[in-house]
């Protein structure tokens, strides 16, 4: 073996060209060429493995509302490496999470960014959104904004949508306190 080692080998073996390294340097190169980047138990690759997944696998348990609905990833980002560059760059954190700025659109690097979980739960097609004073938000964030109960402002939702209803009661027992 190139190392130094000493193997004993069959003759048709060697001539084949199925033994040239003893099982220590054989199992190390087998390790080598199985080894890509090194990445693949980190929290980067599993997002990435996850869009994947949910885009193209059929039989993933999201495959209905991403890769059924047409929401494909761009080409570029098959190759995990140039999925990392561009979360790297882009600010990536084991704290966020990836996003699709219009939850319609694909994964590609002019569609995504990351954000908090919190951030991402307010951009979903199930979200309630209203304007009220000015400012359109979703009713989870009116609730933390008024710092109402979300449950108690989506039961006056489902009773009546007119935002001055919704908060009516509200500010009157506010003022009371």
């Not at 138990?41 to 990435?48: A, G, N, V």
């Not at 994947?52 to 098959?78: A, F, L």
């Not at 108690?152 to 209803?165: G, H, I, M, S, V």
Request: proline share 2%.
């Amino acid at each position: 073996c190139d190392c130094g080692n000493e193997i004993i080998a069959r003759k048709s073996s060697v001539t084949s060209g199925n033994t040239t390294q003893c099982k220590k340097c054989s199992s190390e190169a087998r390790r080598n060429k199985i080894k890509t980047h090194g990445k693949s138990r980190t929290r980067l690759y599993k997002e990435w493995a996850g869009i994947i997944q949910r885009c193209e696998n059929p039989r993933s348990t999201s495959y209905d509302r991403y890769g059924n609905m047409g929401i494909s990833v761009c080409d570029e980002w098959h190759v995990f490496e140039n999925f990392m560059a561009w979360a790297l760059d882009s600010g990536y954190s084991d704290k966020l999470t990836i996003d699709r700025i219009d939850y319609q659109g694909n994964y590609e690097p002019s569609n995504c960014r990351w954000v908090s979980v919190l951030e991402q739960n307010n951009n979903t097609k199930t979200n309630i959104r209203f304007l009220y004073n000015g400012e359109n938000h979703t009713l989870a964030e009116w609730a933390r904004i008024y710092g109402m109960k979300y449950s108690c402002l989506y039961a006056r939702w489902r009773k009546n949508t007119d935002p001055e209803y919704l908060f009516k009661g509200y500010w009157l027992q506010k003022e009371v306190e």
